[in-house]
């Protein structure tokens, strides 16, 4: 910068000041606007750091070690667990679930699916277990007489109405109800926040008791290991793959404590953060519709400073100052709000995700919202400023300056579009998921141009429209593509406005839809785990006996992970990000002589009836997509501890929506077999014969778990209730957003048309005739804006349904036909009740010269 | 108020070169091009103003009167023709350059006063040497304000003074850089016959003392005639340019 240049800035910034000192009167709405968009980034930002600090802060006590693995179905080796425990200290679980029983009750009595952990003397590894009372561990779970000890969680306690001292059954095991469960210190590491029941804990040395460990038992062994300081992970864990490269475990690093719940954050934090910049977008609009209305009325004193000298290089400088200054007061008040709201959203938070906030100022998170709204402020504010620094000087011997409506030079349209560019990197930079944050940019760079092209279109129609007979029709249409109509600005902010209401409406109406409908159609009543190849048999004979069962079905299943992908080990495969569920845990496996019913293969052939040629896999097709493999290409299963490489024979379409028993990978006859596995059933039932069916299964079979789908979905549903809260918050402050902005535009034209106005009512009319004519106006645009927002808004809901939650999208026509025709209708009411005032006013003022 | 940047303090009238011309139009066309077609605003407009000299310049509504003055300001192109004012040739500078000529050779009054609403009177007359980089900018505004009659009303701001008052604050604001051409278009014009009088008189004794040449747009004839000399215009040209000074 030449000392030309700054003497100049400092020159701009003394004019700037001098401005500003006469209040901030017509930028009421641009601070809002920023403050609004501003606080809604920082705040999610600064929550979702908060989350993911406490996750991170808390982690080993969260992974419970250092390291974790775990295996399904089978517990580790004798030379495994010895390798395990020779660098640091081991401790090792087995979790599974199981049915527990009061003992005091008879065969008729309550029952709850639990979550069993048995765990040995090390445990826990970090942290405490902490119970009600407090007792020593030989206390709790030790032998007293001929009873183990178990703790339990409050939550069985209700349930069941058992208090310490009970004695409960779990599986075949007694056990006495030694404390209840306060705090484990890993429990989300394990089911999550997915948890069908709740947690009881014995020791390990009494898993045996229960009788549950069964061949092919769906159980999780867990071996954390505590490493000393001197030894990295990184090398532990390469070690433990050269040792053991077959053992088919998952290992499990300190960042990945809880993923399941570091995802939902992600994901939800992502949903946010494109409302919050939506809503920033929206400010935007109304920040350039707040300077543009500023800067009408400075339009003599910009044309005066140009003729005593000023350049409009100064001119603008001058201007952009005065926004940025401004910018910079609703960012900060913006950051304030945004600092604050992790103090308030704890409380909300806390009731649907285990974890707590660490409240806090996340410099990262702040630094970000601010750059979002210096970007915006200057991307918006540029434009207005560069075009009014525009106006001709010479208006002023014709006394009769108009604010200029003609593009700015090229040099500062360039910078307007570096700086949407800025933004547009920003969002897709600091967004977790890069592919998401390129679609939410490009989605709202074309809503935008949308909105811009159909305003365009209205005025063009407005002017062809010619010589209407109706005299406020005329003058309703003349209004629409007049020089300096609102028009642009009013279908921009209302589309926009509008678009998010719709989006939101219907993703919230879809998420409500999901916890409403009871239980899809055709959706089985349990499923029943861990049956035993020897049990199928009288298993499907009690159940023939009780009125109401509809269908059963059972297959074998076995739970493998999927190392590797056309000859690619897994972790290094290119995996599309809506795919990698199938490789990040255990899959459920099985085969099959014949095809499914449910599950149509929709490429390939199925395998002719006896095949026993080479092993031959059917793949799930999304899975087969997501991973880029087609038939013919090999995939690579380990089970219980065994690489199984199987050619892709065909791809089926899998309606996950259905409940039914569904797998990923069904594989050729004559493989699988020989390993010890378990059946999986399902049970169709009228639900009046549910309690009957738990009961009967669970008594004849202690080891068999009944899951009751009802329940299951209600943990999910409680979620997704959550996660509805979080959107509900959002609509808000999209709807604070684009209400500002309409009402900033309605007002910036409003002051443009009150000298319309009044010269009307000066000619004769009536304060009824402007109103018509406002009226006329307004819903035509409102009409033909709310309708196409209606479409942006529902395909916006559908791609976030569909891309980031992974949920059925549902289009709700009346929540669409509600929420753009209770908006418009609300906005016009504002704008009438608006100009019906400031018509009252006296005529003469306006029409004094200056 | 001698170390003022300006080049053309050899063009005073007591300098050796005063008879020479501050403002030269010769055969100034304008066309502007309007919804109802071409219109021919400016038809070969020539006119000589000697430094000094004080123009009346008179004509009917729509002759031309402003956007003559407009073009000599630099603040509308000629379509034709050439415009030379205190020795610049405007159609050769670009904006940025008229900007700066405008600074240090043109001060303007207009009948509507067009002050800063936001910037109290001492700071609107401040503006201008503040554009030029002055130091004492604000001591020398003051000074030109008492000069007019108003170093009691420094930190008035506009709305806070009358017509009179405004168009005085105007007036000292035109000329604090000392410029050599005033350009004023009907500056009494919103004003009463008294204020107008007395705001016109201070307009002459300003223009005396610094040997400022004036050109004064009026429809009042009897005002016209304080001039040295009235010029007449009709349809966008000159049709009496008076008795011109030998
Ligand atoms: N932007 C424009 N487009 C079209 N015509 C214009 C424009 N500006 C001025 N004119 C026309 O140019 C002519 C001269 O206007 P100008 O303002 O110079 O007249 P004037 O002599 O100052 O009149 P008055 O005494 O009423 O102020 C008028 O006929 C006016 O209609
Ligand atoms: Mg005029």
Redesign the pocket.
Known sequence: MSSEDAASWTLAWRLARRELRSGVRGFRVFLACLTVGVAAIAAVGSTSSGLTASLGNDAREILGGDVAVRLVQRPAQQSEQRHLGTTGRLSGSAEMRAMVQSDAVGPNGARSLVELKAVDDAYPLYGALETEPRLSRQDLFGRRGELSGVAVAPQLVDRLGVSVGDILRVGDGRFEIRAILAHEPDRLAGSGIFSLGPRVMIAKSALAETGLEQPGSLIYYTYRVALPDSVDPEDWIADLNTEFPDAGWRIRRLDEAAPQIRRLVQRVGLFLTFVGLTALLVGGVGVANAVSAYLDGKTAVIATLKCLGAPARLIVRIYLLQILTLAGVGIIAGLVLGVLTPFAASGVIAAFLPVPVSTGIYPGALLIAALFGSLTALSFGLWPVARAAQIPAGSL??NLVAPVRARPPAVYVAITAVGLVALAALAVVTADDTGLALWFVGGAAAAMATFRIVAALIAIAARRVGNLRQPAVRLAVAALHRPGTPTPSVVLALGLGLSVLVTIAQVDGNLSRQIREELPTGAPAFFFIDLQPNQIAPFEALLADIDGVEKTVQVPMLRGRITSIAGVAAETATIDPNSRWAIRGDRGVTWSEAAPENSPVVEGEWWQAHYDGPQLVSLDADVAAGFGVGIGDTLTVNVLGREFTATIANLRHIDWQTLSINFVMIFSPGFLEAAPRSHIAIVHADPAAEAEIERGVTNAFRNVSAVRVRDALETVNGIVTGIGTAVRLAALVALVAGTLVLAGAIAASHRRRVYDSVVLKVLGATRRNVMTIFVLEYGLLGLVTASLAAIVGSIAAWAVLRFLMNIDWVLMPQTVALTVIGATVIILAIGVVGTWHTLGQKTAPLLRND | MMDLPDPQQSQRPDGATAAKPIVELSDVHLH?A?AGGK?N?LRGLDLSVNAGETIGVV??????????M?VIAGLERPTSGTVRVAGSELATLNEDALALFRRRSVGIVFQAFHLVPTMSAVENVAVPLEFARIDDAFERARASLETVGLGDRLTHYPSQLSGGEQQRVAIARAFATEPNLLLA??PTGNLDGDTGTQVIDILFERAARFGTTLLL?T?DRGLAQRCSRVVQ?RD?RIVDHGNTPP
């Open positions: 011997f014709r | 502007l309007s219109v605003i004509g009917p509504s729509g002759s031309g009167k402003s956007t003559m407009m278009d009907e747009i429809h215009l966008g």
